[in-house]
Nanobody, 122 residues
Framework: QVQLVESGGGLVQPGGSLRLSCAAS????????MGWYRQVPDKQRELVAV???????SNADSVKGRFAISRDNAKNTVSLQMNSAKPEDTAVYYC????????????????WGQGTQVTVSS
């Protein structure tokens, strides 16, 4: 019903920048929060940043001052600007959206993207 497609992952040097993007499509009536999680092997997926429909943001302490999340409600997209990248930022990054698919139903569901690899290394 709803698809999230990430783009922009890749290799970046320590101290460098990278921008991740995610586009939501399909049966979308309204999107509440959107965000980014990341996961490394053998560890739980962790929240990186989240943004509300009104634009309020919250970042994990590990990325505060370095990463910035933004969204375009008209295009159903969310982006993550990664600056001052560190090797510990290496992970698979997942986009997530809290979506209501119908105006006649009050049900909200969480949808995930397929993930994009980010590697920070020299």
């Amino acid at each position: 019903q709803v698809q999230l497609v990430e783009s922009g992952g890749g290799l970046v040097q320590p101290g460098g920048s990278l921008r991740l993007s995610c586009a939501a499509s399909g049966r979308i009536f309204r999107i509440d929060s959107m965000g980014w999680y990341r996961q490394v092997p053998d560890k739980q997926r962790e929240l990186v940043a989240v943004i509300s429909e009104s634009g309020s943001t919250s970042n994990a302490d590990s990325v505060k001052g370095r990463f910035a999340i933004s969204r375009d409600n008209a295009k159903n997209t969310v982006s993550l600007q990664m600056n001052s990248a560190k090797p510990e930022d290496t992970a698979v990054y997942y986009c997530v959206a809290h979506v209501r698919t119908s105006p006649v139903s009050s049900v909200w569901n969480r949808y995930w993207g397929q993930g994009t690899q980010v590697t920070v290394s020299s």
